[in-house]
C-alpha cells in the first residue's frame, strides 16, 4: 500500500526540541523528492522543508532555517524533521509529502509548542 | 520569494453551480503550479499539477487552466463532496508556496 506515515508529534516547551519521522511504503522512496508541511490551527499550508532523492540538495523556509534539519535514509525509507528551539509559532499539524507538487501526504502528526 | 493570492477567500455556491477560484502570482511561475482539495482534519489531496493535468482518480468535473501569473481552477458542476477548501501552490522556486486557501462553502 503506497502511503506515508508521520510520528513523532506531541506537547514540548518553548526552546525545547523534538524528531519528527515519516515512514513511506510501496513505492520507490529513494526515487522522489520528499517535503515536510505544516499547518497551524485553523490556518493555510505552509511549505517547510524539501530534501532531493538523493539528500544532496535541502531547501528550508526562511521561518525556520537554522532552527529546523531536514534528513532522510533511504535504506530505512524514511525522512526526518528535526526541530529545535521550537517556538509557539511551530504549533501545527506537520505533513510529510512526496515530490514538487505533493501527491501522497501523511496524515500528519501534531506539534503543540507550550509552557 | 513568490506570492500566491487566492480570490475569493470565500465562495457561497449551491449544487451545480460552476465555481471558478483564482490564484495569482507575484512573478512569473510559468505551469508550475498545483491545486489541493483539503477537507476539516484530513490532509490536503492533489486535484491538478503542471497548471492543467488532472491527478489521476479526480473527477473531470475539475480542471485547471493559465500560466505565467494568473490561473484558475474550475469545478463545472458542484457536487456534495466538493464542499472544501482549495489552495493553490507554485513550484517554480524555492520557497514553494501556497495561496491562503478559498472556502466553499453550501449556499
Known amino acids: 500500500q503506497v502511503q506515508l506515515v508521520e510520528s513523532g508529534g506531541g506537547l514540548v516547551k518553548p526552546g525545547g526540541s523534538l524528531r519528527l519521522s515519516c515512514a513511506a511504503s510501496?513505492?520507490?522512496?529513494?526515487?522522489?523528492?520528499m517535503s515536510w508541511i505544516r499547518q497551524a490551527p485553523g490556518k493555510g499550508l505552509e511549505w517547510v522543508s524539501c530534501?532531493?532523492?538523493?539528500?544532496?540538495?535541502?531547501y528550508y523556509a526562511d521561518s525556520v532555517k537554522g532552527r529546523f534539519t531536514i534528513s532522510r535514509d533511504n535504506a530505512k525509507n524514511s525522512l526526518y524533521l528535526q526541530m529545535n528551539s521550537l517556538r509557539a509559532e511551530d504549533t501545527a499539524v506537520y505533513y510529510c509529502?512526496?515530490?514538487?507538487?505533493?501527491?501522497?501526504w501523511g496524515r500528519g502528526t501534531l506539534v503543540t509548542v507550550s509552557s | 520569494d513568490i506570492q500566491m493570492t487566492q480570490s475569493p477567500s470565500t465562495l457561497s455556491a449551491s449544487v451545480g453551480d460552476r465555481v471558478t477560484i483564482t490564484c495569482r502570482a507575484s512573478?512569473?511561475?510559468?505551469?508550475?503550479l498545483a491545486w489541493y482539495q483539503q477537507k476539516p482534519g484530513k490532509a490536503p489531496k492533489l486535484l491538478i499539477y503542471?497548471?492543467?493535468t488532472l491527478e489521476s482518480g479526480v473527477p473531470s468535473r475539475f480542471s485547471g487552466s493559465g500560466s505565467g501569473t494568473e490561473f484558475t481552477l474550475t469545478i463545472s458542476s458542484l457536487q456534495p463532496d466538493d464542499f472544501a477548501t482549495y489552495y493553490c501552490?507554485?513550484?517554480?522556486?524555492?520557497?514553494?508556496?501556497f495561496g491562503q486557501g478559498t472556502k466553499v462553502e453550501i449556499k
Open positions: 512573478q512569473t511561475i510559468s505551469s508550475w
Open positions: 510501496g513505492f520507490s522512496f529513494s526515487d522522489y523528492y
Open positions: 530534501i532531493s532523492s538523493s539528500g544532496s540538495s535541502i
Open positions: 509529502a512526496r515530490y514538487w507538487y505533493f501527491d501522497l
Open positions: 503542471k497548471a492543467s
Open positions: 501552490q507554485q513550484y517554480n522556486s524555492y520557497p514553494w508556496t
